[in-house]
């Protein structure tokens, strides 16, 4: 473990310094109290044989001393247990949240690249770990080697050859643990894997039930699920045949300990070189060598875990959002919508250039229509607007301003993006339109429900604007949820507006009525309109048709029609379908 990992690591102790502390201070002393009571046991044996019950005030006294130490350990306990566990819960919430904080700026080609199961492992699975990895390892290392040298410096001073007897197991016992241990850890650790696995495939499956269920493939989908189930119980069978072998051995140490110190110590109190209290002492004391060597166990996998799902955590966090603001970003006093692409081109990765050479100017408050061949870059054009993705050359301004020298925030509250495939969050209606500008009244949630064309079909809702929608909007029809997302955009208010496909999978009476919300969105805003549907743009004020070149023609419905090129060709295609 590098320096700058470790202090890494012990910086998430700083904002709990003082419960740390006294985690580590109870757990001493409940160490310490633990090397005592045997001694205080063998100091009332001893006075029971060579005095008999002559004394029995001072055996009672020393009973009543023993309890109270007793009593005092408990409470010891007690708080490590409680305040050592909350003192991880404490850092595991710190780190999930920080997580997630961090998963919310992660730009989007991070989420072309990554599964949303991942990511909720780390969030989920990985952060219990570190909760653990936190509270145990520097408690149960401290209770070890507490326990562990007291008791060998305390039977050294009784009776060393003995000592000496039981101290010989030791190493043995380490060799055998750590040996078995490394297997099943190993185990352990692809068993994790296999479940991060396990936790995307469930992901995937069940986000796209419909499409399963549509197909008919849940057998198809049963089968891949049963192939990484199948892996996941071959790993943990791994895991249990080492743990097996593992807490077989340390028993068998366990067993012949007491009988080594029966026999060694046997024949030392027939030479006389040891007192019977002085083996009750050995027999007493012989679980505090046992016991950190199987703490060893645990430790040492809660260490494997924590490791592993610390390195997670440091690669989450290390990986920096591929888009940022910039040092000084401009804050600007108000934004009308003025759009200009010089010499744009794109490209995902290292494939193929999606633009090319990009050159437009959109003026504030222009409607204009994108139109062309799937995949020939409508829809990166409008991403590149609010900075989802960043061209690899050229330049796009915003009212003359290059977009990168807005502040994000401001930049995407200014552009409000209505899309094909509507996500709605678990929750209401009112809840929903009101993400667009969160902590808004009533009155403006029914307001931009109205402008949206929502307000009549929520009212019949059963319980209106507090009506629960379901998961992602289950419980609503295509078109309702794509006028609440209009009403969500109503409320945002932005000067520049995308619509991506917004109505091509609805059906014609939804996109009529949808498209009446759009066009009353549309008002004054600059808007860029990507159609599938060619009718719904024939009022465009300007329509831009794209090729694998750029741009290949412009001008409005009437003009492209009578020019007779690709757009006319697209209109008449679009007509017969």
């Given amino acids: 473990m590098n320096k700058t990992y470790f202090y890494k690591l012990i910086s998430f102790y700083k904002p709990y310094w003082g419960l740390f502390t006294a985690d580590l201070l109870s757990a001493l002393t409940a160490s310490g109290i633990a090397l005592v009571l045997p ?33 005092v350990q408990a409470l010891c306990t007690y708080f490590k247990d409680y305040q050592g566990h909350y003192l991880g819960a404490k850092i595991e919430r710190d780190m999930r949240a920080q997580m997630f904080r961090h998963c919310e700026r992660l730009s989007f080609s991070y989420y072309d690249d990554h599964t949303i199961g991942d990511l909720m492992s780390r969030i989920s699975s ?8 936190f509270h145990h390892i520097p408690e149960d290392l401290l209770v070890n080697i507490v326990k562990f040298t007291g008791a060998a410096v305390i039977l050294l001073t009784i009776h060393w050859q003995t000592a000496l007897v039981i101290l010989g197991f030791v190493p043995f016992m ?4 750590l040996h078995f241990n490394k297997k099943m850890n190993a185990a352990m650790s692809q068993a994790r894997e296999s479940m991060s696995g396990i936790n995307s495939q469930v992901e995937d499956s069940l986000s796209g039930i419909r499409v399963v269920q549509s197909f008919a493939n849940e057998e198809l989908e049963y089968k891949k699920f049963s192939r990484q189930n199948q892996r996941f119980l071959e790993d943990r069978r ?16 366990a067993a012949l300990m007491p009988i080594a110190v029966a026999a060694f110590g046997g024949l030392a109190i027939l030479n006389g070189a040891m007192s019977l209290t002085d083996l009750l002492a050995f027999l007493l004391y012989i679980s505090y060598f046992t016991a950190p060597v199987q703490s060893l166990v645990n430790t040492s996998r809660l260490i494997q875990e924590g490791r592993t799902s610390f390195r997670r955590y440091l690669d989450l966090m290390g990986t920096e959002p591929a888009i940022q603001d910039t040092p000084s970003p401009t804050e600007p006093a108000d934004i009308r919508g003025k759009m200009e692409f010089r010499q744009v081109s794109f490209r995902y990765d290292e494939g193929q250039t999606v633009l090319r050479g ?35 050359q050229g330049q796009i301004l915003l009212d003359g301003v290059p977009v990168e020298n807005y502040p994000l925030r401001t930049l995407r509250q200014n552009v409000g993006i209505v899309q094909q495939d509507v996500y709605l969050f678990s929750g209401t209606v009112a809840e929903n339109i009101a993400y667009g500008r969160p902590g808004v009244g009533r009155e403006e949630i029914i307001a931009a429900a109205k402008r949206a064309g929502a307000h009549e079909f929520i009212e019949q809702l059963a319980g209106g604007y507090d009506a629960d929608i379901g998961p992602h909007g289950i419980k609503l029809s295509g078109g309702q949820k794509q006028r609440l997302s209009i009403a969500r955009v109503f409320l945002k208010n932005p000067p520049v507006l995308i619509f991506d496909e917004a109505t091509s999978a609805l059906d014609n009476h939804s996109e009529k009525t949808v498209q009446r919300s759009l ?12 159609a599938h549907r060619l009718s719904t743009i024939s009022g465009a004020g300007c329509i831009l048709v794209l090729d694998e070149n750029g741009i290949c023609e412009r001008g409005t419905h009437q003009e492209l029609m009578a020019r007779g090129g690709v757009y006319a060709n697209f209109y008449r295609s679009s007509m017969e379908l």
């Fill in 358 to 392: 990009l050159d437009l100017t959109i003026e504030a408050g222009e409607y204009v229509a994108l139109v062309g061949a799937s995949g020939i870059g409508k829809t990166t054009l409008c991403s590149l607007i609010p900075r989802f993705y960043e061209p690899q």
């Fill in 519 to 530: 066009e009353e969105l549309a008002r004054r805003r600059t808007t860029l309109v990507i």
């Fill in 126 to 133: 990985d952060s219990l770990s570190l909760a653990e990895f």
């Fill in 174 to 177: 380490v060799i055998y643990t």
């Fill in 39 to 71: 001694l205080g046991i063998r100091y009332i044996a001893d006075h029971l044989l060579e005095n008999g019950f002559n004394q029995p005030a001072r055996i009672l006294w020393a009973g009543l001393a023993l309890a109270v130490l007793v009593l």
């Fill in 238 to 253: 791994a895991g249990y045949r080492s743990e097996a072998q593992l807490y077989c051995g340390m028993d068998t140490f």
